[in-house]
Structure formats: structure tokens, C-alpha cells
């Protein structure tokens, strides 16, 4: 049974930072590229930014870059959201979710492709 299971979110003001987790278990957690996604209140859900299985590779939304980075230890199977100038626009519930190492990189990079997601923590700014 694969899990994914995120941690951190909370309440800040705008231009603090937060820094999230997604811990997986039930997989191999190397073998595949990992996503972080949110959904805004009353928005669908969208793409923030992935990172590769080794790690060295990272792509964001415009929305984000430059603020936002994405980090993993696969030693630990974990992957980490930090957010940084956070802006009441950010405001979400934040998921995490896999793709498998068959997806191609022009989609997974793009938040296609994903199989497995976790349950979401809820992200507050306020202004």
C-alpha cells in the first residue's frame, strides 16, 4: 500500500515562509519523480512545482518560481516544499503525489502523470 502523507502547513502572515513535508512509504521512493500541487479555496487544483528521483532536477509554476524550492532525501523518503515570500494568493490546501519512473519528463515536469497522492495540508497566509 503506498502512502504519502504531508506535514507542516499552518497559518503565517504574508512574506513569512513554511516548509513542508510528504513522507512516502510502500515504495521505493528513488524510482519516481515527486509533485507538490495545491488547490486554492473554491479553485481547481494546480501545478506548483516537481523534482526529479535524483533530486537535482526542479520545475515550478511562474506562480512560484523564485520563491518556492523543492528538495528530497531519498535516504529518509521524503520530499520537502519550502516556501518562501508567501503572499495571501498562496493560500491552499497543498498535496504531494508520484509518477512512476516510466512517465516522461515533459509530463510529469508539468504535473501530468501522477498515480498516487496524499491527503493535503491546509496552507494559510494571511494579509
Known amino acids: 500500500q503506498v502512502q504519502l502523507v504531508e506535514s507542516g502547513g499552518g497559518l503565517v502572515q504574508a512574506g513569512g515562509s513554511l516548509r513542508l513535508s510528504c513522507a512516502t512509504s510502500?515504495?521505493?521512493?528513488?524510482?519516481?519523480?515527486m509533485g507538490w500541487f495545491r488547490q486554492p479555496p473554491g479553485k481547481e487544483r494546480e501545478f506548483v512545482g516537481a523534482i526529479n528521483w535524483t533530486g537535482d532536477k526542479t520545475y515550478f509554476a511562474d506562480s512560484v518560481k523564485g520563491r518556492f524550492a523543492i528538495s528530497r532525501d531519498n535516504a529518509k523518503n521524503t520530499v520537502y516544499l519550502q516556501m518562501n515570500s508567501l503572499r495571501s494568493e498562496d493560500t491552499a490546501v497543498y498535496s504531494c503525489?508520484?509518477?512512476?519512473?516510466?512517465?516522461?519528463?515533459?509530463?510529469?515536469?508539468?504535473?501530468?502523470?501522477?498515480?498516487?497522492w496524499g491527503q493535503g495540508t491546509q496552507v494559510t497566509v494571511s494579509s
Open positions: 503525489a508520484s509518477a512512476n519512473f516510466g512517465v516522461p519528463s515533459l509530463a510529469w515536469s508539468r504535473g501530468l502523470g501522477y498515480d498516487y
Open positions: 510502500g515504495r521505493t521512493f528513488s524510482d519516481f519523480n
